[in-house]
């Protein structure tokens, strides 16, 4: 299975709880390993418990007691944290692929990628992330719930009928969720969409212009022109991509092959 992951990372000023352990936990991380921690960060052999030991006499609490985060500084210096564990609750994590509505708190400029190097001065891309003020993914998401909801009472109070109305419902009520979880956050903290394990299932000829984000505002400002055929088509083509996506994450297409 390929997982991706949605992440929370709050400003450490803003962070009231454990503020002081995590500051102390910030510094003694960069100067172990020299860069701060990420979801790309790789432990290599013994490495994690040898971190695990100094850095549990450097706060001088037992090794099982020690809560580790993701953190990254920004042009300005300023600490964002994401503390790891589910008492948390800064992540959600979706396996084989994601759905429609997590792009919805995203613009397609903020698409990035990871980059690999391979030698030779060489580097490839293999990996996608969408990164926004959380703020800014609000306002989007609230913009979403206002085109759907517009449309879906004028489906309430006529006769049209959308094939994509069903998707449009379960997008509605999924991007209410995510609304609800944001605004558990300070404003100022980021959203990180990590596209993670299933990049290694997409094409590498089309992994370049992957962008969902842009595909999804696409959609909707299409449904909000009222073009409601060319939303169709938009949206299929964004489902069958992604459906085979998924169909290779569960090894389906694997399995049709060897039939």
Not at 127 to 147: N, Q, V
Not at 202 to 230: C, G
Request: glycine share 4%; proline share 3%.
């Amino acid at each position: 299975m390929a997982k991706s992951i949605m992440l929370i990372y709050e400003p450490l000023s803003a962070i009231k709880a454990d503020k002081a352990y995590w500051e102390s936990y910030i510094s003694f991380y960069e100067k172990f390993w020299d860069h701060p921690s990420s979801p790309r960060s790789i432990w290599s052999g013994t490495e994690y418990e040898e971190f695990k030991t100094a850095l549990s006499r450097f706060l001088d609490i037992e090794i099982d007691k020690i809560e580790n985060c993701f953190f990254f500084k920004d042009e300005n210096g300023r600490y964002y944290v994401s503390p790891l564990g589910s008492e948390h609750l800064n992540a959600l994590v979706i396996e084989n692929a994601i759905p429609e509505s997590w792009f919805v708190p995203f613009d397609e400029s903020e698409r990035n990628f990871f980059y690999t190097h391979t030698g030779f001065g060489a580097i490839t891309m293999d990996g996608i992330y969408y990164k926004t003020r959380l703020s800014s993914g609000l306002e989007r998401i609230k913009k979403a719930y206002r085109i759907i909801g517009n449309l879906e009472e004028r489906i309430r109070s006529s006769d049209l009928r959308l094939p994509f109305s069903r998707l449009l419902s379960q997008i509605h009520g999924e991007i209410k969720d995510l609304e609800v979880w944001l605004s558990g956050f300070d404003r100022d903290s980021f959203v990180i969409l990590n596209y993670g394990d299933i990049c290694s299932h997409i094409h590498p000829q089309t992994f370049k212009n992957e962008n969902t984000a842009m595909e999804i505002w696409e959609f909707l400002s299409l449904v909000e022109s009222e073009k409601f055929e060319e939303a169709d088509l938009k949206i299929r083509l964004v489902q069958q991509k992604w459906k085979e996506i998924r169909d290779r994450t569960s090894g389906k297409i694997e399995k049709s092959r060897l039939q």
